[in-house]
């Protein structure tokens, strides 16, 4: 859950601490117009309100880096299921980071994150204003008449029960009064969704096997998991290619977006994202069983809607399993032999706070790796890499990294105590999202700056290794980087928005796209394919 700063004063109907009931006809506020996107995303042209009139309209104001919004738009999902003929949802997509405003940034997400409503690149924050949003993610509730009935603001608070049986009211109500329209509306979202024709789409992580010679690539929006040799050609693939949660065999077994990786022998943990769960893989028996407990005690309650921890990755050391949890803002950790679990770093709270590993702060870590003595930490909302120390004595610090709203593209050096250099000299990281250590030295996916860059461990400071600015028409280096993996002197990256693994010569720096051979891939049902 993401503040934007300032805060401004909360106007019309948006109440942010609770999600409204339909509203008293004393109360009708008229919805702000949907206007001053820079673009539309899933839909043949710009919609209106008056497009929508006779429709339940739901807002989903998201930016593609929250945890928070993507935990949300799960929740929509099954809602625009059961309600597809009175039910719209427009995704509003305001951005915080400055790599986040591009249309085709946004259009990527949308199909990374498999949205088939009509989403809206409000790139200036004009809708964002329009309905005084504040935070990420936020909701808006507009009736059939095109009035604002309330809406909530972070993830915590909105109550999906309470927004369900809005919708449900609002459709009895305009139903009886003949001001519902229950047919359904058909959106241009078929180009948009479908996928490309390679064998990995958006893949999130890559793991390198020394030991059995072998990659791991999650295959995240194919929901699989690709084994090969260190060449490219296939040895296994786990999962069907659609999402799901289903144990057994590598051709019958299904995850939905998995991520990072660990590998111990013929074993595989799994960070199974959308499930909310650990998963095992036997590459004897290729076979895939959930780790018992994970999905239930991977989840907080205690608050209207019980979060999501979201394990994003994993590191394994000795019998201790790291896990980065995303969702919950911490690190937990794993006995294997046991299967006991437990916070490890951080108080659930997001931000940057370095300091005891109860009470440290962090903020969506998304990457793990370590020298053997300290974990380093992809700390993504906060743009930094953090360090935890594996004995449990020390304190929770960081390499590089200010805070949620302190982010950009420059090398120099790491954590500078000079005010005015800190201003001018300090490194900044936009979203980086993994991190591999090498010799001295930290490998890091910085992700919204498409560049992989170092950071020198004996001097603190952060030098770009390869990458830049994706430029439209050209075919960049990298873009959005979000796995790594050194092997030798062989970095493996998951080049995620370019569907595709980059192996780069660390020695000579030459990169070069691993060419994967007998990995086919996902062919979409014909189901998936209708608007």
């Known amino acids: 859950m993401l503040l934007s700063l300032p805060l401004r004063p909360l106007a019309l109907a948006l109440a942010l601490l609770a999600l409204l009931l339909p509203a008293r006809a004393s109360a009708q506020v008229p919805a702000p117009e949907l206007a001053g996107g820079t673009a539309w995303i899933n839909t043949g042209k710009p919609l209106t309100l008056k497009d929508l009139k006779g429709k339940v309209v739901v807002l989903d104001f ?21 309600y597809p003929n009175e039910l719209v949802v427009i995704g509003v997509h305001t951005p915080k980071f400055e790599n986040e405003k591009g249309t085709e940034v946004v259009r990527k997400a949308v199909l990374r994150y498999e949205l088939k409503h009509p989403v809206v690149n409000d790139a200036e924050k004009k809708i964002w204003t329009a309905y005084n949003a504040n935070w990420w993610p ?5 009736d059939p008449d095109g009035n604002l009935l309330g809406g909530a603001a972070g993830e915590p608070r909105v109550d999906f029960k309470a927004l369900d049986k809005t919708i449900a009211g609002l459709i009895a ?58 060449d490219g050609k296939k040895i296994a693939i786990a999962g069907t290619g659609t999402p799901g949660k ?20 013929d074993t595989v943990y799994v960070a199974d994202r959308k499930n909310n769960c650990l998963r ?11 780790i018992p407990g994970t999905a239930k005690t991977f989840t907080l309650q205690g608050t209207p809607r019980a979060m999501q921890c979201t394990p994003w990755d994993v590191w394994l050391d000795g019998s201790r399993l790291f896990v980065a949890m995303a969702g919950s803002h911490q690190i937990w950790v794993m006995d294997t032999k046991t299967k006991k679990f437990g916070p490890f770093a951080g108080d659930q709270d997001e931000n940057l706070q370095d300091g005891p590993r109860a009470t440290a702060k962090f903020a969506q870590p998304s990457g793990l790796t370590s020298d053997g003595k300290t974990l380093f930490v992809a700390d993504a909302e906060v743009s930094a890499v953090r360090t935890v120390p594996l004995d449990g004595q020390g304190a929770v610090g960081t390499l590089v990294g200010r805070g949620l709203f302190v982010f950009g593209d420059r090398d120099g050096p790491g954590r500078v105590d000079d005010q005015a250099r800190r201003m001018t000299t300090e490194a900044l990281l936009q979203h980086p999202l993994a991190v591999a250590f090498h010799a001295g030295e930290l490998y890091v996916a910085d992700a919204y700056n498409s560049k ?55 020695k000579t720096k030459a990169v070069k796209t691993l060419e994967l051979k007998d990995v086919p891939p996902v062919v979409p049902s014909k189901a998936d ?3």
């Not at 936020?138 to 507009?142: E, K, N, Q, Y």
């Not at 770009?464 to 993996?485: I, M, Q």
């Open 452 to 506: 992989i860059k170092v950071i020198d461990l004996a001097s603190g400071g952060v030098s770009t290794v390869l990458g830049g600015p994706v430029k439209k028409g050209e075919d960049p280096v990298f873009n959005e980087p979000a796995g790594l993996s050194v092997l030798g002197n062989t970095l493996y990256v998951a080049d995620t928005n370019a569907h595709r693994i980059r192996v780069v010569d660390l």
């Open 173 to 230: 109500k305009h139903k009886k009064a003949g001001t519902l329209n229950s047919t359904p509306l058909r959106f241009d979202t078929a180009q948009f969704r479908d996928a490309p024709d390679t064998p990995l789409y958006f893949p999130g992580k890559v793991v390198a096997d020394e030991k059995g010679k072998r990659l791991l690539i999650a295959d995240s929006t194919h929901h699989r998991v690709v084994v090969t040799d260190l």
């Open 280 to 290: 095992q893989l036997d590459l004897k028996a290729k076979t895939v069983r959930t």
């Open 138 to 142: 936020t909701i808006a509730v507009i």
């Open 246 to 265: 289903t144990d057994g065999a590598f051709d019958k077994a299904q995850f939905d977006d998995p991520q990072g990786m660990a590998v111990d022998g």
């Open 62 to 82: 998201w930016t593609l880096c929250c945890i928070n919004c993507m935990h949300i738009m799960e929740e929509l999902t099954a809602l625009e299921e059961k």
């Open 529 to 531: 394919k209708k608007n």
